[in-house]
């Protein structure tokens, strides 16, 4: 294992995978998950986070690419938003482990409370800037309308809460210390 301030020389592969899962878990999602027009579980958030902790922000290129090669499955009418929509939802996570990462480096967060920092700083704050940009995006593109965008930003965020806190979170703190013995995990485990 390297030592903490030694800096993780990741394989090639880890500039590619994060397409294919992030892709396979919004496909299972929109299978599986997906009623009335709402995501249950938003299985390409749930993948794309622990990923940018483990990988950094290589994943962001992938996560754009796959959501917006997806955003038709959502029932975005507007072809010409497949683009901004992938952008928005890559940009969740993407802030969420910025966020953490400025902070955690400039040691004003405690240790102590490490996964209090990451359920506000990486799972909460993103959700509530981001989602009411994705609502807004669907409501200009003629999907939902004007009086949906706070019940459903509430709902969304209800929801990236609950998955963030019962499947990301868990699955970094479980299997981090495990990837990162491998040399394919950046996040220190600490």
């Not at 290589?58 to 938003?81: K, P, Q």
């Not at 965008?149 to 929801?159: A, D, E, F, N, S």
Request: proline share 7%.
């Amino acid at each position: 294992m390297p030592p903490e301030n030694q800096k993780v020389n990741l394989p090639w592969w880890t500039w590619i995978a994060p397409f294919f899962l992030i892709l396979l878990a919004k496909i299972i999602s929109v299978r599986f998950f997906y009623f009335d027009g709402f995501f249950y579980l938003y299985g390409s958030y749930v993948v794309a986070l622990p990923l940018y902790f483990m990988w950094g922000a290589r994943v962001f290129y992938g996560n754009v690419l796959a959501e917006s090669i997806t955003s038709n499955l959502t029932g975005l009418n507007s072809a010409d938003m497949y683009i901004v929509h992938g952008l928005a939802n890559a940009a969740k996570p993407f802030i969420g482990y910025s966020s953490y990462k400025l902070l955690s480096r400039a040691k004003i967060l405690p240790k102590a409370y490490q996964g209090a920092w990451i359920i506000i700083f990486a799972i909460l704050i993103p959700a509530l800037l981001i989602n009411p940009i994705l609502i807004g995006l669907r409501v200009g593109a003629g999907d939902f309308n004007l009086s949906a965008i706070l019940p459903r930003t509430m709902k969304q965020v209800l929801r990236d809460l609950i998955w963030g806190v019962t499947l990301s979170y868990p699955f970094m703190v479980k299997y981090t210390p495990f990837l990162k013995l491998k040399n394919i995990s950046r996040w220190p485990a600490d």
